[in-house]
C-alpha cells in the first residue's frame, strides 16, 4: 500500500468532502479516503498495483476538484 495527500483548492464544505470521499473510495485498491477541508487536502492510502494516482486524479477532476499541481 502507499498512501499520498493531494490538494484540491476547490475544497470548501461537507458537500465537497462526501462527494470525493464517494468517488474516490469506489475506486478499486483505495482503501482509505480523508478529506480535510481547512487545508483542502485529501490523504489517500490506495495499492499502485491496482490503481494508478493519475486515476485517482482522473476521478477528482471529473467530480470537479482538480488537483493542484
Not at 492510502?45 to 486524479?57: C, F, G, M, Q
Given at each position: 500500500?502507499?498512501?499520498?495527500?493531494?490538494?484540491?483548492?476547490?475544497?470548501?464544505?461537507?458537500?465537497?468532502q462526501?462527494?470525493?470521499?464517494?468517488?474516490?473510495g469506489?475506486?478499486?485498491?483505495?482503501?482509505?479516503?480523508?478529506?480535510?477541508?481547512?487545508?483542502?487536502?485529501?490523504?489517500i492510502?490506495?495499492?499502485?498495483?491496482?490503481?494508478?494516482?493519475?486515476?485517482?486524479?482522473e476521478?477528482?477532476?471529473?467530480?470537479?476538484?482538480?488537483?493542484a499541481?
Open positions: 500500500m502507499e498512501s499520498t495527500t493531494l490538494v484540491a483548492p476547490d475544497i470548501s464544505c461537507e458537500h465537497c462526501h462527494a470525493i470521499e464517494g468517488a474516490v469506489k475506486l478499486d485498491g483505495v482503501s482509505k479516503v480523508n478529506v480535510d477541508i481547512p487545508t483542502k487536502s485529501v490523504h492510502n490506495y495499492d499502485p498495483h491496482k490503481v494508478t494516482l493519475t486515476k485517482i486524479e476521478v477528482l477532476d471529473d467530480t470537479g476538484y482538480t488537483v499541481k
